[in-house]
């Protein structure tokens, strides 16, 4: 690179990737991961620090009736005891690459003994699961402030921590409903083409799931349009505590500057509603993986994403984002510790 002459950010991170010991671009879609970590934090040197995956969980008041999900209510509350035990795969890969994991309850339909789990299970309870939006809208104007608003806390205080990079996860019985009415409303696919086989229903099942989702999204479509559909709407006629809570903390993390990973279907539902209030928010996003549910292949084209990994996985709790975190970690080491050319006294190509 010509001496003298003022360079930007990002022709100094390229001309640093190109002279490290390899052939031009051989380090493939690494360097552009590098590149745009590095672009992120302002820096050449850009590093990765106590990494998080935070996992926010509720329970949905529609998934008591039966009709969307065939595993019942209470499987979200035995889960995240598993969690805070260390029982479920995101602890399993969160051990294998030293990532911390952190478990809040957003609104689960139980009652946690306190102080059982000190540290583990971060307690923003807005409420004990939403109410059913079959019948009346999911939470209040002021339950959804609260979620956002704890969301945004939970993120700020594992930032003064030191952590640099998250990923966030998702456990809820009934959320893969919630998450398809978001990503219809705001992409215009009619909501049966985003409905997808979530935790496993069958034919018959995936039908009347169908079915009722289409009478949701038609109840609440008056409202959504007229608010020129605004996200609080969204959210408040068929969100969940732990999708607005995600969404907080997208906003405040991207404004943070943190490094973010996006996992699977309901994870990237919650993105959809974050780049609403600020577009900004995807700069700082990484897609791990394309889930295997049925829908988020064209909520990532919306998104014009290309995740990392496609591994057929769709369980959630941000367990593709803890298997995406090794090649953003590759990436930006490769950056700080690669050799160049001129260093290593390597020939360049004639
Ligand atoms: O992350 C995904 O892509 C994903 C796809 C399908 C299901 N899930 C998980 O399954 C649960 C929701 O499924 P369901 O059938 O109860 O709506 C919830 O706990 C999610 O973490 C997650
Ligand atoms: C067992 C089980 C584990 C999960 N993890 C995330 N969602 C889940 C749903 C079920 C049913």
Do not use: W
């Amino acid at each position: 690179m010509p001496t003298g002459i003022q360079t930007t950010l990002g022709e100094q991170l390229q001309h640093l990737v190109d002279n490290k010991t390899k052939p031009l671009g051989a380090l493939g879609r690494l360097e552009e991961i590098a590149l745009r970590i590095g672009l992120i934090q302002g820096t050449t040197h850009p590093q990765l620090n106590r990494p998080y995956i935070v996992v926010f969980a509720g329970d949905h008041g529609i998934a008591a009736t039966g009709l969307v999900n065939p595993y019942p209510q209470s499987v979200t509350a035995q889960m995240v005891l598993n969690f805070v035990t260390g029982g479920a795969a995101i602890n399993v890969f969160c051990r294998q690459h030293h990532l911390g994991l952190a478990v809040v309850d957003a609104g689960i339909n139980f009652d946690f003994e306190t102080g059982l789990f000190p540290g583990k299970l971060i307690s923003q309870k807005i409420g004990y699961g939403t109410r059913n939006y079959l019948e009346t809208e999911a939470m209040s104007a002021d339950e959804l402030t609260r979620a956002l608003e704890a969301g945004k806390q939970v993120v700020t205080d594992l930032y003064a921590g030191g952590t640099n990079c998250i990923g966030f996860g998702e456990m809820g019985i009934g959320n893969t409903s919630s998450a398809a009415l978001i990503m219809s409303y705001i992409t215009g696919i009619p909501v049966e083409d985003c409905v997808g086989r979530g935790t496993g229903v069958n034919d018959e099942q995936l039908q009347l799931k169908k079915e009722t989702l289409r009478r949701v999204y038609d109840r609440y479509l008056p409202a959504v349009t007229a608010a020129g559909g605004d996200v609080r709407v969204i959210l408040q006629c068929v969100g969940g505590f732990e999708i607005a809570m995600m969404t907080g903390a997208y906003l405040k993390a991207a404004e943070l500057k943190m490094i973010i990973l996006v996992d699977g279907f309901i994870t990237t539902a919650a993105l959809l509603l974050a780049k609403q209030l600020n577009p900004a928010v995807v700069d700082c996003c990484f897609f791990s993986h394309t889930s295997g549910e049925h829908g988020h292949v064209a909520m990532l084209d919306y998104l014009g994403a290309r995740p990392l990994l496609s591994l057929g996985m769709r369980l959630g709790e941000g367990t593709g984002a803890a298997m995406a975190y090794p090649l953003l970690q590759s990436a930006v080491l490769f950056l700080r510790e690669m050799a160049s050319f001129e260093s290593a006294g390597v020939s360049k190509a004639e």
